[in-house]
């Protein structure tokens, strides 16, 4: 399992004003009935996470594995209860999804050591963070994202609460067709999620392919775009990979833009990466995103790694 967080915290902080309900665009909640105290803040770290490399059947102790725990402050100066839940982001917040990523099946898969946590004053307080997904070959190749819960209790004499949905992302381990025998979960699963092409050096041609199905009962068209760095790219952010570099220039990959699907149809995606002679990867290696997007949507992604090293790291394809 390897981890990456977002150092940006999710802030919420509310001045003093007389309202009824009150919704602010970071996602938190107030609800007042008069007038709040002067100042009330709560923040919660890490405001994004990625899971990547989540094998199916294990469970895993964020911060035993990684060092990272759900930091929640109270920046009020009394005491605050805070209830914590997981949730699927299509029903919470501000309903989206993240580009490449969709619903976690089942919520309750990622949990946390209690309920809810009281945090004193002007302080901060942490909670671990556990992940365990079913062992089910269908679940590798999947990236989903689940939303994060910590909303205020009222006390009696309280008259407003606030509520923080930080994302978090999750990458199930990759798998070729032939570890699995069924299609992998999803509304339009890839076959495998990574894609490794070992001992690349300048001045080559490498090929390789993913499989993309359509687990609709109905057509689609679907789009597949090559991104040379998906965290910088309009309309998406995908967390690179810890050791590799994004890849300089997309226009070295070609791969078919679009294709269609009937229901339960699949195909072979093949595509290609040209390197120039003058330009070898880095000690760490190139990576680059391959996402396709669904005309009613939906979207999911391929990770290709371009690796310089004399043997390539396991769950990909070649």
């Known amino acids: 399992m390897e981890v990456s967080y977002r150092t940006i915290e999710h802030r919420f902080r509310l001045l003093a004003i007389a309202v009824s309900v009150l ?3 970071g996602g938190a909640v107030a609800l007042a009935g008069e007038l709040p105290p002067p100042v009330l ?7 994004g996470l990625l899971i990547r490399e989540v094998v199916p ?13 759900l930091t929640v402050s109270n920046q009020d100066g009394r005491p605050h209860t805070y209830v914590l839940s997981t949730h699927r982001p299509s029903e919470i917040g501000n309903r989206r999804v993240p580009v490449g990523y969709s619903d976690i099946v089942d919520p ?9 946590i009281t945090v004193p004053p002007q302080s901060s307080s942490e909670v671990k963070m556990y992940l365990r997904v079913p062992a089910e070959a269908q679940y590798r190749n999947q990236h ?7 909303v205020g209790k009222a006390g009696q004499s309280e008259v407003l609460t606030l509520a923080a949905f930080p994302r978090f992302e999750i990458e199930t381990a990759s798998a070729t067709r032939a570890e699995l025998r069924r299609r992998p979960a999803g509304a339009m699963p890839v076959c495998p999620s990574k894609v490794v092409l070992p001992e690349v050096v300048p001045g080559t041609r490498r090929n390789s392919s993913f499989i993309l199905s359509n687990s609709d009962t109905r057509r689609h068209r679907y789009e597949i775009i090559a991104l040379s760095n998906g965290e910088d790219s309009p309309g998406c952010h995908i967390f690179g990979t810890g050791g590799y570099a994004w890849l300089p220039e997309a226009r070295w990959v070609r791969v078919g833009s679009r294709v269609q699907l009937g229901k339960w149809g699949y195909t072979t995606i093949p595509f290609r990466i040209t390197l120039p002679p003058d330009t070898a990867p880095p000690a760490g290696g190139w990576e680059l995103i391959l996402l396709v997007k669904r005309d009613d949507g939906v979207s999911n992604f391929v990770r290709v790694f371009l690796d310089p090293a004399k043997s390539a790291p396991p769950g990909g394809a070649r």
Do not use: I, M, N
């Open 57 to 69: 059947g294990e469970t895993y102790d964020l911060k035993a594995k990684s060092g990272v725990g």
């Open 144 to 150: 989903w994202s689940v939303s994060v819960g910590v």
């Open 108 to 116: 309750s898969w990622f949990w946390f050591e209690k309920g809810e």
């Open 41 to 47: 803040g709560l923040t919660v770290q890490p405001g």
């Open 23 to 25: 919704l602010t665009r």
